[in-house]
Nanobody
Framework: QVQLEESGGGLVQAGGSLNLSCIASSLNFDSYAMAWFSEAPGKEREGVSCIAWDGEETIFADSVKGRFTISRDNAKNTVTLQMNSLRVEDTARYYC???????????????????WGQGTQVTVSS
């Protein structure tokens, strides 16, 4: 059974950085785009970033452009989200996802998700 396991969340002050990792098991990893979503209390889950199966294409939500980067290592079945210049409003639970494809915008990305991780909490304090 496919498993996506996130790690790297925690508590950080505004302006700080975190590096989230997701390792996939029982997944044909390089056949999937990989994505990160965030879900803040009282809000819907929304796409943060997506990376194509070969790493050649990356997409970011407007709110994180220039602050977050996404990368993947197909040999290790891992995808990472480097989060810099964190803001209080970045506080959320972050989920790793395996998707059939990345989408041009984050709005429709969740439609293409086949597998979800359990999430890791990111809390940014002021």
């Amino acid at each position: 059974q496919v498993q996506l396991e996130e790690s790297g969340g925690g508590l950080v002050q505004a302006g700080g950085s975190l590096n989230l990792s997701c390792i996939a098991s029982s997944l044909n990893f390089d056949s999937y785009a990989m994505a990160w979503f965030s879900e803040a209390p009282g809000k819907e889950r929304e796409g943060v970033s997506c990376i194509a199966w070969d790493g050649e294409e990356t997409i970011f939500a407007d709110s994180v452009k220039g602050r977050f980067t996404i990368s993947r290592d197909n040999a290790k079945n891992t995808v990472t989200l480097q989060m810099n210049s964190l803001r209080v409003e970045d506080t959320a639970r972050y989920y790793c996802a395996a998707a059939s494809t990345c989408t041009v915008t984050m709005d429709t990305l969740s439609v293409w998700v086949d597998y979800w991780g359990q999430g890791t909490q990111v809390t940014v304090s002021s």
